[in-house]
């Protein structure tokens, strides 16, 4: 993520989206995911982490990746 932002992803929020039951049923997970973040970014930069649950990740997901990938086709088309 910091390669295609430039180096502005800790200067700002970022979103991470958790779909399916482990995560929206269980808080003791929740928490896990939490402290991994923590473990892995320090307690500065993980300030700037928020970890939210959503219904039909699936088709949110495919939504991104197209969008994303429409992104990078469109820089080598070859028109």
């Not at 800790?10 to 958790?18: A, D, I, L």
């Not at 929206?24 to 939210?52: C, D, F, T, W």
């Amino acid at each position: 993520m910091e390669n295609d932002s430039k180096e502005q992803i800790f200067g700002q929020r970022t979103v991470v989206v958790m779909d399916g039951g482990l995560y929206e049923n269980y808080p003791q997970y929740r928490r896990y995911m939490k402290e991994a973040v923590v473990e892995l970014l320090g307690p500065k930069q993980s300030n700037h982490i928020a970890i939210e649950h959503t219904k039909d990740g699936s088709g949110i997901d495919a939504a991104l990746l197209a969008a994303a990938n429409s992104k990078y086709a469109a820089q080598f088309s070859t028109r």
